[in-house]
């Protein structure tokens, strides 16, 4: 901690920003220091082998394609069409501009729902605005591949970050989509705190928009107009993961501040009082109120502290780990592992925590079952999990 102060410190001399820095190097947390809301033992024995394919340069997301091969974004701006099985991977040109520092970058990729006729994929970012601000960005494209990798074509910005701002950290744009062709988009606060409760602004948010940018008349406020229009819900920090359920229900998981990282069950207009209530504190030492203080915002299903730095999230349907259907699986930043967490009714435990030895920056699901991980970092690998044969 001593060294974080001192590099906080040196930082602020020179006027740059810790605070990204210090969130993305948190301390690990070993598998005992379990949620708090957690009633069982949780797994620590991987019941699977690990297997390298391909190494990719600071990776954030990937998607995967009908006929198995991936889409991985790295944070510099590019994106490759990567084939795990030949060891292949091929540039994607039309990439939009992004500002790649701190935490942004390139972000999330996806697929739109009906993305075999169509070939439209999504992607969020970090776009450049006035002088020193910037902000989160979708954009969708037309995806054309061909042997020598592929292009992006027809680019059109769908949605921005209200307003742009300073700061590298706390962008979230995690894209997904719903069984009902929805997009969903995390759009984190930016660093700025107060913006999670404001509703002229979009920073703080969950957002849920139509499949080209347009709102749904069944958001809960979309009688209000202009950015609140967009909003699903707000009191959020930091989600860079989200999944839904086996019954449809939106979960997301949020980096706390020094302490409290969480995993929400997400309610139509609900509030989840970030900067005003957190289970962690600033790292300032300034206190925040816990939930129970509060009762008027929603409280987590699941607290971490220590913290784990959850990234991204699917829900596990496959074959080829049966025992993990119906389940969780979630990528751990500081905590180097593999999180899997069971929904019981309304609530959510922790029932498993596999160290992987190093950060792990996105999880998806094959088509055939199988669990992909990507590594975080400067030689950040693509892993394939393999279940382990029973003697």
């Not at 719903?178 to 409760?197: C, H, N, T, V, Y």
């Not at 993961?241 to 019954?247: I, L, S």
């Not at 987590?300 to 699917?314: L, R």
Request: aromatic share 8%; with cysteine.
């Amino acid at each position: 901690m001593k060294t974080l102060t001192l590099l906080a410190l040196t930082l602020g001399t020179l006027g740059l920003s810790s605070a990204c820095i210090v969130e993305e190097q948190r301390a690990p947390t070993p598998a005992a220091a379990s949620a708090v809301s957690a009633a069982t033992q949780v797994e620590t024995q991987a019941p699977f082998s690990v297997q390298t394919t391909l190494t990719f340069r600071h990776p954030w997301a990937m998607t995967v394609l009908p006929d198995n091969r991936l889409l991985v974004t790295e944070k510099s701006g590019k994106l490759w069409w990567a084939d795990p099985k030949t060891g292949q991977k091929l540039a994607i040109t039309g990439v939009p501009a992004v500002v790649d520092a701190g935490q942004g970058g390139l972000g999330d990729v996806v697929l739109h729902p009906d993305f075999a006729r169509n070939q439209w994929l999504y992607l969020s970012y970090a776009e450049a605005g006035d002088t020193h601000l910037q902000g989160a960005a979708v954009a969708r494209a037309r995806l054309h591949l061909d042997a020598q990798g592929g292009r992006l074509e027809e680019v059109t910005v769908l949605w921005r970050q209200m307003p742009k701002v300073t700061g590298n950290g706390h962008y979230g744009h995690r894209l997904l989509f719903g069984s009902d062709g929805l997009l969903w988009i995390s759009s984190s606060e930016r660093q700025k705190f107060s913006p999670a409760q404001d509703m002229n602004s979009n920073l703080g948010k969950i957002v849920r928009l139509q499949d080209d940018g347009s709102i749904p008349a069944d958001n809960p406020f979309a009688s209000r107009g202009g950015v609140a229009a967009q909003v699903w819900s707000l009191g959020h920090r930091n989600v860079l993961g989200m999944a839904f359920d086996g019954q449809g229900r939106l979960w997301a998981n949020e980096m706390g501040p020094k302490g409290g990282d969480e995993l929400n069950l997400i309610e139509k207009g609900g509030n989840y009082g970030y900067p005003e209530v957190s289970n962690g504190d600033h790292y300032s030492g300034r206190v925040i109120p816990d939930h129970s203080k509060r009762p008027e915002f929603i409280a987590p299903k699941i607290t971490w502290t220590p913290v784990i730095s959850p990234s991204s999230m699917v829900l596990y349907q496959g074959q080829q780990f049966p025992t993990w259907q119906g389940q969780f699986l979630m990528g751990g930043l500081s905590s180097k592992a593999l999180i899997r967490v069971a929904i019981k009714g309304n609530q959510a435990e922790e029932v498993a925590r596999y160290d992987m030895g190093e950060r792990i920056r996105a999880v998806a699901q094959g088509q055939q079952g199988e669990v992909w991980l990507l590594e975080d970092g400067r030689e950040g690998r693509l892993l394939q999990l393999q279940p382990r044969v029973s003697q």
